[in-house]
């Protein structure tokens, strides 16, 4: 049974009325992925916030960091996990079973990260995102020394806390407006 057909409930704007540079990113978008995430799509109702999501994005997940690509998606996705939200756990699951290599780790993270086999890093980084996405008044000095204890510094734990709070934000946004993901996830890397 597909998913609902549509990128999100409100009107998304055609992508020709679009300004030259975020055409062109989307255009760029079409060429190394194969498709233009719904997101970008969705966020073309508001062009500066567009840009304003693509720079933090692009600068979160994909920028040097002590941090590896794979462990920030496996934080969007576990985010996202406690948060139910379809889009990202879709696009994102699709990413960390690309980037691991492994389709049983994005189902995994996807449907409950404890039962995953995990190092200890990525466990202490997953029971700190899960904590500060359902019990942000909770964390203390004692979860952040946690993370010190299975070597991470101190600006990756800034940087583990900037993707949480980032993708707590953009769970709500989608959920928010119905925003769902590109069917062709579904079925990469599987």
Request: proline fraction near 7%; include cysteine; hydrophobic fraction near 40%.
């Amino acid at each position: 049974m597909p998913q609902p057909d549509h990128v999100m409930v409100l009107p998304v704007p055609e992508p020709d009325t679009l300004p030259e540079d975020l055409q062109k990113y989307r255009r760029v978008c079409q060429e190394k992925l194969g498709l233009v995430p719904n997101v970008i799509t969705a966020y073309g109702m508001r062009p500066n916030k567009l840009r304003n999501f693509i720079s933090l994005y692009n600068d979160l997940m994909l920028a040097d960091s002590g941090l590896s690509k794979l462990e920030r998606e496996m934080v969007a996705v576990t985010v996202s996990a406690a948060n139910r939200c379809y889009y990202c756990l879709v696009a994102h699951g699709q990413a960390v079973r690309q980037l691991s290599g492994d389709p049983q780790l994005g189902e995994m993270l996807v449907m409950n990260y404890r039962v995953a086999p995990l190092s200890d890093r990525h466990r202490a980084m997953l029971d700190f995102a899960w904590k500060l996405t359902t019990k942000p008044a909770e964390v203390a000095d004692a979860d952040r020394d946690a993370l010190r204890s299975v070597g991470l510094g101190e600006e990756e734990i800034f940087d583990l806390c900037d993707v949480i709070g980032f993708f707590n934000m953009s769970n709500r946004v989608a959920s928010g407006v119905d925003m769902m993901p590109n069917p062709e996830y579904h079925g990469m890397d599987r």
